[in-house]
């Protein structure tokens, strides 16, 4: 696709449930980011993969939270047992290295509400 | 550790008054700095970005930043607003220009009174 693509757009989940949140980068990116955006709050960083490599996670917060990227392209967060917390906008990036200017592509993020 | 301080969480000015966002920045090496626009319901984008090339940085929709070391900012201004820059805008830091986790403010909620 032309863009970042994220899925699904909204995500209504009791507490207690698992949801995993879905991110199509642009064709071709290798580097993918995911991110946190509580409200009223700017984009907290969670994790980063070069490809299928996950080489970086130090801003998912608890363990419930997981982040994979099997074969370089579609990724998947998932959050296990959601709390009320865990409420927020998850965004997710992708970026194209070796380009003479490289920028982040957001997608328009999954807002997630947990009840 | 980086961060970006945003002074302002929400600023209202004028159709066609100047624009100007403040961000100040903590950083323990040369930083890279940026400007992002998020218009409601959409993804963020990037505005400008500083990567020691040029103290003043032009970016698009007629915005711009200006570095300045000694003041440890990089605040954003646009000489004549208008209504379509109603929007959120996030300044942020990373160690590279390639972004790797890059370190957003909290924002700064833009107005346009007509």
């Known amino acids: 696709g032309a863009g970042v693509s994220q899925s699904p757009r909204y995500k209504v989940a009791k507490r207690g449930q698992d949801v995993a949140l879905r991110c199509d980068p642009i064709s071709g990116h290798v580097s993918l980011f995911w991110y946190q955006q509580a409200l009223g709050q700017g984009p907290e960083f969670l994790t980063y993969?070069?490809?299928?490599?996950?080489?970086?996670k130090s801003g998912l917060p608890s363990d419930r939270f997981f982040a994979e990227r099997p074969e370089g392209s579609v990724s998947t967060l998932k959050i296990q047992r959601t709390q009320q917390e865990d409420s927020a906008v998850y965004l997710c990036?992708?970026?194209?290295?070796?380009?003479?200017?490289?920028?982040?592509?957001f997608g328009s993020g999954t807002q997630l509400s947990v009840l | 550790a980086q961060s970006v301080t945003q002074l302002g969480s929400h600023v209202s000015v004028s159709e066609g008054a100047l624009v100007l966002l403040r961000c100040n920045y903590s950083s323990s090496v040369p930083p890279y700095l940026f400007w992002y626009v998020q218009y409601p319901n959409q993804g963020l984008q990037l505005l400008l970005k500083?990567?020691?090339?040029?103290?003043l940085v032009k970016g698009i929709n007629g915005f711009e930043a200006e570095f300045k070391k000694s003041e440890t900012s990089f605040h954003l201004t646009k000489p004549s607003a208008h209504m379509s820059d109603a929007a959120e805008y996030f300044c942020?830091?990373?160690?590279?220009?390639?972004?790797?986790?890059?370190?957003f403010g909290s924002g700064t909620r833009l107005s346009i009174r007509p």
């Open positions: 993969f070069q490809n299928e490599a996950q080489l970086d």
């Open positions: 942020a830091v990373s160690v590279s220009s390639s972004a790797s986790k890059i370190i």
């Open positions: 990036a992708s970026l194209d290295r070796g380009r003479l200017d490289e920028k982040l592509f």
């Open positions: 500083y990567t020691s090339a040029a103290t």
